[in-house]
């Protein structure tokens, strides 16, 4: 399979559990600067030190908005993704409010996004939907209102959900938005294989943990 990039650049480094502390974030930025991954991801509280442990490199530092659930006010995640803007953050991602797009009240649900892109425009904003609340349907409309939205990417998972990303939630997104909009996939990325298929089926990005593992079985 041939890569438009190099493979690392393929993966957002990601450490968002909850015990994770100030030893483990340095790890995860140490192996960010070292495997040359194009970020690391980490929660709201550790962007400060990402930041300061990567400067002079080229990782770029992710954080999350309206993380996991996504049911925050509006008000809120955009003062959130505004906050983190100004900490350093370079890129964030978002977790939409699942009831509302599930009501099909799809203009409250682009109106959440869009506060967060007008709130943090030095950003580069991911959308997660939660893939596995969502029907196929779902998945697609929500695509088509991120690009609305203005977002630079859409995103299969949080990584708490019931499972992670698959290979059908990418289809269905890439066949929604086309090449309007970027796909991030995330949650159970584990192996090399699957990294691959994600990735063959339109993912230009790779959110995991297991992100030097599966270098290291890439390089075998």
Request: glycine share 6%; hydrophobic share 40%.
């Amino acid at each position: 399979m041939q890569y438009v990039r190099p493979f690392s650049k393929y993966f957002d480094h990601t450490l968002l559990k909850p015990e994770a502390g100030s030893k483990d974030i340095s790890l995860l930025c140490d192996e960010a600067r070292q495997y040359e991954f194009f970020s690391v991801c980490v929660q709201p509280h550790f962007v400060p030190l990402a930041k300061r442990l990567l400067d002079q490199s080229r990782v770029k530092v992710c954080s999350v908005v309206g993380f996991p659930l996504g049911q925050n006010l509006t008000e809120t995640k955009a003062e959130e993704a505004r906050a983190l803007s100004k900490l350093g953050a370079d890129e964030l991602d978002m977790v939409i409010n699942v009831s509302v797009l599930k009501e099909n009240d799809f203009s409250f649900v682009q109106k959440d996004i869009f506060a967060v892109v007008h709130a943090a425009p030095q950003c580069l904003i991911k959308v997660i939907l939660e893939t596995s609340l969502l029907t196929q349907d779902e998945i697609a409309k929500a695509t088509e209102i991120c690009i609305a939205s203005r977002a630079q990417f859409v995103k299969t998972s949080t990584g708490f959900g019931s499972r992670g990303a698959s290979i059908e939630d990418v289809k269905i997104m890439k066949l929604a938005g086309g090449d309007n909009i970027e796909i991030k996939a995330s949650g159970g990325i584990k192996t090399l294989s699957f990294a691959k298929d994600l990735i063959a089926a339109g993912a230009t990005r790779l959110g995991s943990s297991s992100s030097v593992k599966i270098l290291h079985e890439a390089k075998l």
